[in-house]
């Protein structure tokens, strides 16, 4: 399984970014797609999940900002990110977990068996 993000960059407080993750390689049902970050700190928190029947979780800090939804026939995962905040800086990473439910995985990072290299947001 591979997964490769993009459409991280640099925006003003209160912007918009989109970003995406393609999703490679065969993965059993059912599973979660999920997207985190990690800042300074080196804790990578979850931000936003789905899992396979379409349910999503994600954490407060992000609720009514954040919209994480997924293309299945193109197998792209998105997260939509707006009224940024410069506690929105982090690198985001995509992950797949097998076997739990999306408010599962947003609590546990741990979790996820496979990750994606990371794009890098900063909010200024």
């Known amino acids: 399984v591979q997964l490769v993000e993009s459409g991280g960059g640099s925006v003003q407080a209160g912007g918009s970014l989109r970003l995406s993750c393609t999703v490679s390689?065969?993965?059993?049902?059912?599973?979660?797609l999920g997207w985190f970050r990690q800042g300074p700190d080196e804790v990578r928190e979850g931000v936003a999940t789905?899992?396979?029947?379409?349910?999503?979780a994600y954490t407060d800090s992000v609720k009514g900002r954040f919209t994480i939804s997924r293309d299945i026939s193109k197998n792209i995962l998105y997260l939509q990110m707006d009224t940024l905040t410069p506690e929105d800086s982090a690198m985001y990473f995509c992950g797949v977990g097998r076997g739990q439910e999306a408010r599962w995985y947003i609590h546990a990072a741990y979790g996820m068996d496979y990750w994606g290299k990371g794009t890098q947001v900063t909010v200024s």
């Open positions: 390689g065969d993965i059993d049902i059912p599973y979660c």
């Open positions: 789905i899992d396979t029947d379409g349910s999503t």
